[in-house]
């Protein structure tokens, strides 16, 4: 079953503003990561948060988790049309070496 | 980019025939996945590999087998293809240092 859900489901935005996207699981984690999909395409990594931290950047993307909420937020700031994709994030259990559980993602528009 | 390549990229099939895709690697990454891709359910893991002739089930993983005998090939197999498996298919290879999954460009499989 899925581990990971992305919330909302979509969002629509302008360029320019700051797109959030939330990610809530549900057992205890290793890692959480955030990746990027175009439409037609394979998903990339954006980022990885380890369950001992807090918060993450990589250029215009901050990551926060929460392992007592036992969730995460993606943060796109200064949004480009180019951000248009869907977001998923995907989470590393703590229980042993076992692969990634993937959420169902976030459809972001980014409107020019 | 990472190396790694799906073959076919797109296949149209009849009910009950045999299909195989490949996912090649030229990374050397021993961590190897299938995934399926369906609107409303995210990314679920088919099956894994965690090296030469060792593979394990995924969530989804009734009505397909994997084998994987060289660490750069991993074939995933519907004996007997229905439906229900028209999907678009992910394959993904690990870094077993970072934990981030690279995937490959998606093999589009309708079943008619």
């Known amino acids: 079953s899925q581990q990971g859900e992305e919330d909302p489901q979509a969002l629509s935005i302008q360029e320019g503003e700051n797109a959030t996207m939330n990610c809530s699981y549900k057992?205890?984690?290793?890692?959480l990561q955030w990746y990027r999909q175009n439409s037609g395409r394979g998903l990339v990594h954006l980022i990885l948060i380890r369950s001992n931290e807090r918060e993450k950047h990589s250029g215009r993307l901050r990551v926060t988790l929460d392992t007592s909420k036992k969730s995460s937020s993606l943060l796109i700031t200064a949004s480009r049309a180019a951000d248009t994709a869907s977001y998923f994030c995907a989470t590393e259990r703590n229980s042993g070496n076992t692969p990634l559980v993937f959420g169902k993602g976030t459809r972001l528009s980014v409107i020019a | 980019d990472a190396g790694i390549t799906q073959s076919p990229r797109h296949k149209v099939t009849e009910t009950g025939t045999p299909v195989t895709l490949r996912c090649h690697q030229t990374e050397n990454h021993r961590y190897m996945y299938w995934y399926r891709q369906d609107p409303g359910h995210g990314l679920r893991l088919i099956h894994y590999?965690?090296?030469?002739?060792?593979?394990d089930k995924g969530e989804v993983s009734d009505g397909y087998s994997v084998s994987r005998s060289k660490t750069e090939d991993f074939l995933l197999t519907l004996e007997s293809a229905t439906s229900s498996q028209t999907s678009v298919y992910f394959c993904a290879i690990g870094s077993q240092n970072t934990g981030e999954l690279f995937f490959g460009e998606g093999s589009r499989l309708t079943v008619l």
């Open positions: 057992t205890s984690i290793n890692n």
């Open positions: 590999s965690y090296g030469v002739k060792d593979t």
